[in-house]
């Protein structure tokens, strides 16, 4: 924010000034985030919206909603945005959260149709707010693979034994008593002492100034008694742990990267953490900074007791995680689409044991003819190229039948007064079948062909003529089964196209370029794609507010608070409002 304010001040601005530019600052950000919402809603774009809520630490804390707009361009570009940045005032239950995400999705001009999907984390308020708005929910993939591990480490503090209201009374008597009974009771035995009450513990006596204990240190006074050194018993079992850890933690790496994290990427990961950590044989990788003291790997079959323990853990609660919050969702077939439409994965043995291909591509078949009901645009395009002679075949011309071309000197194109006459002759007959039908179709693509009436039911369209309702149905039935045969054919040549395997290539890089072949599967791939894989934009943008909303600002009002969040998430993404316009300063 800084590097918009300054261009647009003079130099030492006053605070009121500073005010009133941070607000045209941030309402010029929210005038761009709106326009570049409605050109992409206008280019036929499907959105993906995220949530999640943050508190601030200090004396006031505040707790404040941030949402998220995913979207992918007509040229194939994930594009994210911050759609707002608002205060969550209790009570915080699903019911407010729901009524603040209709809110901001109204502001943006959007309506539920136009969401694809919501995703989020495993917040039980959170989801049931995003579920108000009847789209499919995804849950963070991130948040999937952590829980497995949260849900196999114990907490790290024991649990505060509360104490009874009968101590507590004991306590408050004891400690109002006199000097004169305190020392009588010092002469008692300790059964009495256990009657009268639980003890108070003595404040610990402070230690010395961390000043004085570096001069101790810096002059070799006293000795530094640090940890022991780990014997190669216990090496080993930390290793082993470590090499447990690895496949969930490049797992959460890929999942959480800023560019090419998207949705596909969410069933294989899941998949192959899973199968690394449940098979009895085969080996673990070590993390980097292991491997030249400890080798690559680690086998499975040497593992000791604990870490094996840990890894069957994670590899049967990574399973019951994904049963319990996607198998039998509509986020599900999501994601199984996504996975389909990402040729890295097209020869993956996910396909084998966790997804159905076959069943996978009716899903992606049906939901490539929604979107082309999406895109009616699309359907229009392809007929009126399917009927512009200019992209007719060669074979197509090759069956029309030639009709003999006249000789003598009354034909045309001959010598005397045949000339003159086809000169007259507005439309003149045409030399073969096919230039027949290229005369007869004009240039926009609408066949002028005169109609023929059958001898069965001439008199009957003369009669009572033919409703225009059945003429639609007929009209759509046909566009539908026209439209579901290019889907399938799309699909046996999808199927065919080789792929390369790399994290390095974008699958929407590929629909880019394959857009003009598979037009129907492309659109669908646009909308699928606008699904990231993780909440991780979020965790970042809450990782800056920390440093601005903290206990150093405790002036810092909830609003402005909220302002400056939802400006730095899009000033981020290059989303500055009026970049480098400089506004004078009223005196």
Not at 155 to 182: E, V, Y
Not at 220 to 228: A, F, L, T, V
Not at 293 to 317: T, W
Request: charged share 25%; with cysteine.
């Amino acid at each position: 924010m800084r590097a918009l304010l300054v261009p647009r001040l003079g130099p030492l601005p006053s605070r009121k000034d500073l005010d009133k530019e941070f607000e045209v600052v941030v309402q010029d950000i929210r005038d761009e985030v709106a326009a570049r919402v409605a050109e992409a809603l206008k280019s036929g774009s499907k959105f993906c919206i995220s949530g999640d809520t943050w508190k601030n630490k200090g004396r006031k804390r505040r707790h404040y909603l941030a949402c998220y707009l995913n979207f992918v361009t007509d040229n194939f570009d994930h594009i994210t945005l911050c759609a707002d940045v608002v205060e969550a005032p209790p009570p915080r239950t699903g019911e407010r959260y729901g009524e603040l995400f209709g809110q901001i999705v109204s502001n943006m001009g959007l309506q539920s149709a136009d969401l694809v999907c919501a995703l989020s984390d495993h917040e039980s308020s959170i989801r049931c707010g995003l579920r108000t708005l009847q789209c499919p929910q995804v849950g963070c993939g991130a948040h999937g693979i952590q829980l497995a591990i949260k849900h196999s480490t114990p907490p790290f503090r024991p649990p505060r034994k509360k104490r009874d209201a009968s101590a507590a009374t004991l306590s408050s008597s004891s400690s109002g008593s006199s000097t004169s009974s305190s020392s009588s009771s010092s002469s008692s035995s300790d059964d009495e002492n256990a009657v009268a009450g639980p003890q108070v513990a003595e404040p610990k006596k402070r230690g010395r100034k961390p000043d004085a204990a570096a001069v101790e240190i810096k002059g070799n006074k006293r000795k530094i008694e640090g940890p022991p050194e780990l014997d190669r018993s216990e090496l080993k079992l930390a290793v082993q742990l470590c090499a447990v850890l690895e496949p969930l933690r490049l797992a959460t790496r890929l999942i959480e990267a800023e560019d090419r994290a998207l949705c596909s990427l969410y069933l294989p990961l899941f998949h192959q953490c899973s199968e690394t950590l449940g098979k009895n044989r085969g080996a673990l990788p070590l993390p980097k900074e292991l491997r030249k003291a400890f080798g690559e790997n680690v086998q499975i079959s040497s593992l000791l007791e604990v870490p094996n323990k840990l890894r069957l853990f994670l590899a049967a609660d990574l399973k019951k995680i994904r049963e319990r919050h996607l198998v039998g969702t509509t986020g599900d077939d999501l994601l199984a689409v996504a996975t389909f439409l990402d040729g890295r994965f097209q020869k993956h043995h996910v396909w084998q044991s966790m997804l159905s291909l076959e069943d996978t591509k009716n899903k992606v078949a049906q939901m490539a003819l929604q979107a082309s009901q999406d895109f009616p645009a699309l359907v229009e395009r392809l007929r009126k190229q399917a009927q512009d002679p200019v992209n007719w075949t060669l074979a197509a011309l090759a069956k029309a039948e030639a009709a003999p071309k006249p000789r003598g000197r009354g034909g045309r194109g001959g010598r005397g007064r045949g000339r003159a006459r086809a000169q007259s002759d507005p439309a003149p007959k045409s030399r073969c079948a096919s230039e027949a039908a290229l005369q007869e179709t004009t240039p926009s693509g609408q066949n002028l062909k005169r109609r023929r009436l059958q001898p069965q039911t001439s008199a009957e369209e003369w009669l009572f003529g033919q409703p225009e309702q059945q003429e639609k149905e007929e009209v759509v039935l046909a566009d539908v089964d026209a439209v579901k045969q290019q889907i399938s054919e799309e699909l046996t040549c999808y199927l065919r196209l080789g792929h390369a395997s790399q994290l390095g290539s974008s699958p929407l890089s590929f629909w880019k370029n394959r857009r003009s072949e598979l037009p129907f599967l492309s659109a669908l791939a646009r909308i699928i794609y606008s699904i990231p894989a993780s909440t991780a934009a979020l965790e970042r943008l809450f990782s800056a507010a920390g440093r601005a909303v903290c206990h150093r600002r405790p002036r810092l009002n909830v609003r402005k608070a909220a302002k400056l969040i939802f400006a730095h998430a899009n000033v981020a993404r290059n989303i500055t409002g009026r970049i480098g316009a400089k506004k004078p300063v009223e005196e």
